[in-house]
């Protein structure tokens, strides 16, 4: 079975800072990993994905994750925070030629001034 | 691309009415997925199809629950019996399998989905 853990339900971080989203991941064979994004009202939004190469990928508004295979994790992060970064943050795992992607119970980040 | 698109936006039904949504996935899209979504929780595989065969089913998903894609479109999921514990956030998504690179990792397009609550 796959599984997905984010430790932490929020991330309060100031506008300006580095962020960072924990995630981490179980799963048969090699894995397919995705962060996607969830404003309010508005349908889950992809951001980036790992499925090989570079273990650091970058993807949409600045985001970047890290692959760590040794840790099992992909973490989320961005260099600088902005107010509109404030979200619903999930991660997903794949096993590689599967179906069924599974999310984590997500991360609510909030940027403040 | 004018995105997936999920009807309707809110149903209320009393405990043991039957239910009925729709998701109109994007229009080249070959893969469709529904998902629910209870508060505080990450989105819940119910099924998926590819064309218009499901080729996988939760085994969380009752036997009330059944959906179907006539030829390869749109979808629907029905809820038979309703009951208390079936309010969520039904999710609908699409994708196009990738032109290069193993399947799964294409990604996928959320709509906004359904919000049921079973009174």
């Known amino acids: 079975a796959q599984s997905v853990a984010q430790p932490e339900d929020q991330v309060n971080v100031a506008e300006g800072n580095p962020l960072t989203v924990k995630c981490t991941y179980s799963v048969s064979g090699n894995p397919y990993l995705f962060w996607y994004v969830q404003y309010p009202n508005r349908g889950l939004q992809f951001l980036l994905k790992y499925i090989t190469g570079d273990n650091l990928v970058k993807g949409s508004y600045g985001f970047e994750a890290e692959f760590n295979k040794s840790q099992t994790s992909f973490h989320l992060k961005k260099p600088s925070a902005l107010v509109s970064d404030s979200a619903l943050y999930f991660c997903a795992v794949r096993a590689g030629g599967g179906n069924k992607l599974t999310f984590g119970t997500g991360t609510q980040l909030k940027v403040e001034l | 691309d004018t995105g997936v698109s999920q009807d309707p936006r809110h149903k209320i039904t009393k405990r043991g009415q039957n239910v009925t949504f729709r998701c109109d996935p994007i229009s080249e899209h070959n893969r469709l997925y529904w998902y629910r979504q209870t508060l505080g929780q990450g989105p819940e595989f119910l099924t998926y199809f590819q064309n218009e065969a499901q080729l996988e089913k939760s085994r969380l998903l009752s036997d009330r629950f059944s959906a179907e894609r006539p030829k390869g479109s749109f979808s629907t999921l029905e809820i038979q019996r309703t009951e208390q514990g079936d309010s969520a956030m039904y999710l609908c998504?699409?994708?196009?399998?990738?032109?290069?690179?193993?399947?799964?990792?294409?990604?996928?397009?959320f709509g906004s989905g359904t919000q049921l609550s079973v009174l």
């Open positions: 998504a699409s994708s196009a399998p990738l032109e290069t690179g193993g399947a799964g990792g294409e990604k996928l397009f």
